[in-house]
């Protein structure tokens, strides 16, 4: 009898311990860590993991229910495991580490990152609890296909650009999938990636700029072909009657028909409808189907899924994204330059004959 008791004593304290994780976890303020499981990926590390499957346990403490365990430094070339429920690194470096998620798949699981820097690392196949990732820094990680988070943050994250798969994700409880898309909003992106992403190109790709630069280039290209071919045989004309004894009055007709003259106007328009047509090329060719189909906000609101599939497909290509998006603001400004001087010439004209 005495021995159930304490048995009984001893579960209450552990699910007292981590009702009391959970609410900091809830709060955001969780640092205290459960155990991990490290497998060193190379014979460097052995002296200092120990043996290749390395596992710590409740620090001693699994009696009492209370496990803290805090880990911070360098990892290189390590399996990352949770083996239990909650898991934190701060300030620690990963160099081609590998993470993987718990066997047991609980959602309760926690993996907390806070200002973590991650290089060449890799995120296996399974379903993570819960990933949390504070101030870290991203340098070309990988998410593999499959990999799957009940709750997912990225609050403050840098280089995220840099990973792969990323938009592959899968989060499970799409009720708590909200926080993601503020993360993005709010992550420190360079230049390119928040102003010339696809989604900021989506604005000039989903105007008809396709159909009309080519029908304007083609056009332009024809009145410009046409005043070459009307001035030349002007030009023939007039030689012919100069060379022949004609009458006053068809000399006189001859002389006042005048070539046409081509002013700054149509080659302006013609560069501009030519960077339109490239830039509209370039974006039928190379924007994601998602993200021509549909908005962030129609993919979030309307359709129900999470930022994270999303946002990362528009920083696919930069190369191609910045031509694009040059080739764009080029286009409409040679166009609008054009369009501003016409009106204005106009008003002008109206004003005159008021």
């Known amino acids: 009898m005495q021995q159930l008791l304490n048995r009984t004593k001893q579960a209450w304290g552990q699910w ?14 969780a640092a205290d860590i459960e155990p991990i499981k490290l497998e060193s990926q190379s014979e460097e590390l052995s002296s200092s993991l120990g043996k290749s499957e390395n596992v710590f346990k409740d620090g001693g403490n699994l009696e009492n229910g209370s496990p803290f365990l805090y880990l911070d430094g360098t990892f290189i070339n390590v399996n990352v495991t949770p083996m239990n429920w909650l898991v934190a690194f701060h300030h620690c470096i990963f160099t081609n580490c590998v993470f993987k ?43 593999m296909v499959g990999v799957s988070a009940h709750y997912l943050r990225l609050a403050g994250s840098k ?17 708590r999938a909200y ?32 159909g009309l630069s080519y029908g304007g280039t083609a056009l332009i290209l ?12 002007i030009g023939r004309l007039r030689a012919k009657v100069d060379s022949s004894d004609t009458l ?10 005048n070539p046409l003259s081509l002013n700054w106007e149509m080659p302006t328009l013609l560069g501009g409808a030519v960077l339109l047509m490239i830039a509209s090329t370039i974006y039928a060719l190379k924007c994601p189907l998602r993200i021509k189909e ?41 166009t609008a330059i054009v369009l501003i001087w016409r009106l204005g010439q106009g008003f002008s004209q109206a004003l005159r004959n008021w």
């Open 16 to 29: 007292r311990n981590r009702l009391r994780l959970g609410s900091k976890y809830l709060s955001g303020s």
């Open 179 to 210: 926080h993601v898309e503020a993360d993005f909003d709010n992550a420190p992106l360079q230049f390119g990636y928040r102003h010339l992403s696809w989604a900021k190109l989506r604005g000039f790709g989903s105007l008809p700029f396709f």
């Open 248 to 257: 006053g009055a068809l000399q006189n007709f001859v002389d006042r028909i």
């Open 159 to 175: 280089g995220l650009p840099t990973c792969t798969g990323l938009e592959t994700v899968q989060l499970l409880e799409p009720q």
């Open 222 to 233: 024809f009145l410009l072909s046409f005043i070459d071919h009307y001035n030349a045989q």
């Open 101 to 143: 998620p718990s066997p047991n798949g609980y959602k309760q699981f926690l993996l907390e990152f806070f200002d973590c820097t991650f290089i060449d690392c890799r995120f296996e196949y399974g379903t993570f609890g819960s990933l949390l990732f504070k101030e870290c820094e991203f340098q070309k990680s990988r998410f």
């Open 294 to 334: 549909s908005s962030l906000e129609r993919w979030t609101k309307e359709l129900g899924k999470s930022a994270i599939n999303y946002v990362p497909m528009t920083w696919r290509d930069p190369g191609w994204r910045w031509i694009c998006g040059v080739l764009f603001w080029a286009g409409s400004g040679l």
